[in-house]
Structure formats: C-alpha cells, structure tokens
C-alpha cells in the first residue's frame, strides 16, 4: 500500500493500519523509550504513546513523517516520565571514560599492541545468531549513562541525524558526537570480548 | 602519517561522516595500510549496527496488549 493511502486510513483511525503501524513500528519506540526512562518503565510510556497518537492521528497533518511524529510523542511521553521522577538526562557522566580501551596501544608509537580479532560473521543478523550475544549487548546498552543510550538510540534505531539529536535532547554537536563514540566503542568492546571468550 | 589510536579516536566522525576532508583523507591514507584499523572500523560499525538489530527486538505480547487498547479505546478523541 502506497504512503499516502496508508496515511489516509490511518487519519480515519482504520484499525487495521493502524495495527500494521503498531507492528513495524513498536519495537523501534520501545527502544527510545528504553533508552531515555530505563526498561521497567519502557513499556508503559510506549502504551500511553501509542493511545496519544491514536488519539491524535485524524489531526496529523503530515508536517513531519510519521515516523518523526511518533518519535516525538514518544519522546514527550519519556520526558514527563522523567519529570515526575524530577529527574533529567545529564551530562554528568560525559567525563567518565574506559581506559581499558586506550591501553591496547602502544604508547610510544600508538600503534595497536592488542589487534582487534576477526568476528565470526560481519552481517549483525549473522552476529545474532549467536543468541547470547544479542542478550549481551542489550545488556550493555541497558547499563550505558542514560543520555548515551539516549544519543545512541536514537542515532542507531531511529536514525535521525545529528542534529536532530541535538535539537531533540538539547545536546551540544561536540557533546552528542563524544556520547555516540563511547557508547560505540563500549558496544565494540563488548561484541569483541564476546568473540574472543563466547562470555558476556 | 596518523597512529592506529588517532584513527579509532576519530572513528565515530568518520562513520558518521563528519570529518574534514583533510582528515578524511589521513584516515583513508592510514587504512590503505593498516589491515587493523580496517577491522576495527567495520566492525565498530557492525557492533552497533547488531545492537540496534537486538534492540528494536519486541515481544508480540506487547504489541497485542496494545493493540487491545486501541480496540477499546472510542474513535475520534482527538486530544487537547
């Protein structure tokens, strides 16, 4: 079905496309919520979410894509959560780093001293076939600072650019940029030493 | 020339895209050598590539559960 009919039934609230949308949609919207309120919570703020863009869908105007949309009420609904809790995603944690990481070079030269290892596929559906390992890393995302989480999220799941991230969180391009590159390299780190032992 | 530890700490502006073309160009000098660097960039891509796959992994329950809601809920409520 073409974007433009979908759009239409789903503005006279069709059960039906609606339900589709929930279908492709909501493993996508639990992760940002995951990543911004933590996963007690997750499923909640996605349920009110879904309720408020229902609610909401004969008035969309399409200014924005759907997908967009449906971030942004999703967002909304993490932030009041997080309000109530008089909590906010800060930077406080943007300074604390794993050095591990750094040692594997030589200090002189900076050259690796500890190569990173060849994995056993390089296709992430192939990588999860190892079941653990797809558990190990939502584990390890679970544990990340909130606003990494948050910026990786919505970089990795959602794909927005940058920017976007910027505007969404009210993060600094420098801050989102160092946030995006320690939660990737916590993750690689992860996926490497899960090669390397088949431990978490 | 640029050590390996430069290249893995511009890593995530060169997977984004967001380096200088002159940086740019030091990396790519670096990787046309250094088989390490190769392998740490791709696969720095791919771990997060993998957990973004893991994390929009849903229970089906939940999307019923929410479809239910829906099924239950009055057509038309637009909201404030």
Redesign the interface.
Known sequence: MDESKQLELLRQQDKQAFAALVRAQHGKLKAVARAMVGSAEAEEVVQEAWLSAWRALPAFEGRSSLKTWLTRIVMNAAHSRLRRRDQTLSLDQIAGENPSFWDRFNPDDGHWQQMPISWRSDRPDGLLQQTELGDCLQKNLDRLPALQQAVFTLRHVEELELDDICNELNVSASNVRVLLHRARLKLFQVAEHYQETGEC | ML????V?QR???W??G?LSLKQKLAVRLHLLICV??R??L?????????????????DHH??E???K???D?P?????P
């Open positions: 050590s390996c530890k430069e893995t890593a995530g502006d997977t984004d967001t390490f660097c392998r740490f791709r696969q720095y891509k791919l771990a997060a590539e993998t957990t973004a796959l893991q994390a929009c992994q849903h939940e999307v559960k929410v479809l809601m829906i099924d809920a057509r038309d409520q637009h909201l």
